[in-house]
């Protein structure tokens, strides 16, 4: 058989994506991380140099290649984010009802000045508007507003420092989601083959399409995560997410853009419009925080993360806890084990319907032979589903149907076989060439011999969306193990 490499069928159906940074810096620990149940590596464009960029992907495909494992790889753009200048001191502490003023520049001269590197902030705030800072430890609110400066009250004192966050909840801003430097880093992302480039503060779906145009434009397939992080984009979230193609609920941002408390309503209202419209969909921002010094989570980390999973998440986000944290290795390790218990939710469910797209014929074929084919597979008690394909499409369509069926694909296309490290529930199989349709039923019954526990006479399904025969655009196999 011509298997170039094989994924082993891990229990966890729900993604891990993990951060890259120093605590996993190297092709050792990342072949450690994707062993431990890690599916996806985030490269934050936030954090280093072109080099060390550079030198992560070379490592996440050292590793891919070491272990055998599929391995995706995500781009995060790091989009507009407004910062502070420097402080006089640091930590500056803020006090509640102190006056404090923003002016232009990037220095501040007293105590009770603060500056940003965002210029027309001072244009664009209106009195009455409310400034955060430092991702929600302290909040001022604009009182006067004059050519060069905001004078301001404290409403939530705390400690700054140089360089922390600034969100500007309900203030429409005129910074593009997609800067010059981001251009920049979407063009090298394109160059470095990756399959992922996730866009940050999206307001609309225009901006989801000129990242897609760009990415094109430079010979890049990638898929566009658009990250949900402003009221904004909530108010526009179903043409955000049809335009996309997967979403990441940034909840780190989200939930200083709104109110913290409507956020958990925001997540769910995320992921059930992503399962809608068949978009794979990341919870990301301080799932297991803790770990970052623990090598146990809290038990409310714990029950956020089973709760995105009975969402409908696809992945769950790992940030600090395995860029930076002390135990990145045990991070994932425990990731998949509230996993696999959380998952046991969806046993016996019945395959769910997607829903019918008018303006693509494919999908509606696809999703109507995959769905016949998971009611078959749970009415013959069939104990595996392996497609057949060279396009993700195929395995987008099963991932959405959310059955418990164990579903491997097996496709000659490198770049098929990473982006489905994103999709749920999907393992996905690298072969060298293309298999003659007639020598699928061989193939599939040796692979299960050897990588499964399946017995002789179990029954599986093999579903192709290749042309067999002429005419025949899809076919479905029910077979025995042999």
């Known amino acids: 058989m011509n298997i170039k490499k094989i994924a082993p069928l891990k229990d966890a159906r729900t993604k891990t994506v993990a951060t890259v940074g ?4 190297s092709p050792e620990k990342l072949a450690q991380l994707l062993r431990a149940g890690a599916d996806v590596f985030r490269i934050n464009m936030a954090h ?3 080099e060390s960029h550079c030198q992560a992907v070379k490592d996440i495909r050292q590793a891919s290649s070491d272990t055998g494992l599929p391995a995706g790889i995500l781009v995060d753009l790091a989009g507009p984010k407004i910062r502070l200048g420097q402080l006089t001191q640091n930590p500056l502490i803020l006090e509640n009802n102190q006056t ?3 002016i232009r520049g990037l220095e501040a001269a007293a105590d009770d000045e603060l500056t940003c590197n965002y ?5 664009e705030v209106a009195v009455g508007d409310d400034i955060v800072l430092a991702d929600g430890i302290s909040r001022i609110q604009v009182l006067e507003k004059s050519a060069d400066q905001l004078v301001c009250t404290v409403l939530d004192g705390g400690p700054l420092r140089s360089r922390q966050g600034v969100n500007l909840p309900g203030t429409k801003l005129s910074v593009p989601a997609l800067g010059e430097v981001d251009i920049e880093n979407a063009k090298w992302a394109a160059s470095m083959g990756v399959e992922f480039v996730s866009l940050s503060f999206v307001r609309n779906a225009h901006e989801v399409n000129q990242l897609k145009t760009l990415l094109q434009t430079h010979g890049s397939g990638a ?3 658009s990250k949900i992080e402003k009221a904004e984009a909530l108010e526009r979230l179903e043409e955000i997410v049809i335009a996309t193609d997967g979403v990441m609920v940034a909840r780190g941002d ?5 109110p913290i408390e409507k956020t958990p309503l925001a997540q769910k209202r995320i992921i059930k419009l992503c399962l809608k419209h068949r978009k794979p969909v990341i919870v990301a921002t301080q799932m297991l925080e803790s770990m970052h010094t623990s090598k146990q989570p809290t038990r409310a980390e714990v029950t956020d993360v089973a709760n995105a999973i009975f969402d409908g998440a696809d992945a769950c986000m790992l940030s600090g806890e395995t860029a930076i944290g002390e135990y990145p290795i045990e991070a994932v390790m425990m990731m998949n084990r509230i996993m696999n218990e959380s998952e046991q939710e969806f046993i016996g469910l019945v395959p769910k319907v997607t829903a019918y797209d008018p303006a693509s014929s494919d999908w509606d074929k696809a999703s109507s032979v995959l769905f016949g084919a998971a009611h078959t597979a749970k009415r013959m008690d069939s104990k595996m589903v392996m497609l057949a394909s060279h396009h993700p499409t195929t395995a987008l369509h099963k991932s959405k149907q959310r059955d418990y069926i164990p579903t491997v694909c097996i496709t000659d296309s490198p770049e098929t076989y990473r982006r489905m490290s994103l999709f749920w529930g999907v393992k996905p199989v ?3 060439t293309a298999i003659e349709e007639t020598k699928l039923r061989t193939f599939a019954n040796k692979w299960i011999r050897d990588n499964t526990e399946l017995e002789t006479g179990n ?3 093999i579903v192709s969306d290749t042309e067999v025969l002429p005419g025949v655009q899809m076919l479905v196999m029910v077979c025995e193990v042999q």
Do not use: K, T, Y
């Open 22 to 25: 120093p605590a996993c810096g």
């Open 459 to 461: 029954s599986f399904l």
């Open 100 to 102: 404090v003023r923003m």
């Open 119 to 123: 210029a027309p902030l001072i244009d």
């Open 48 to 50: 280093g140099s072109r």
């Open 430 to 432: 690298l072969i060298e």
């Open 254 to 258: 989200l939930g200083v853009e709104i």
């Open 223 to 225: 898929m566009v995560i």
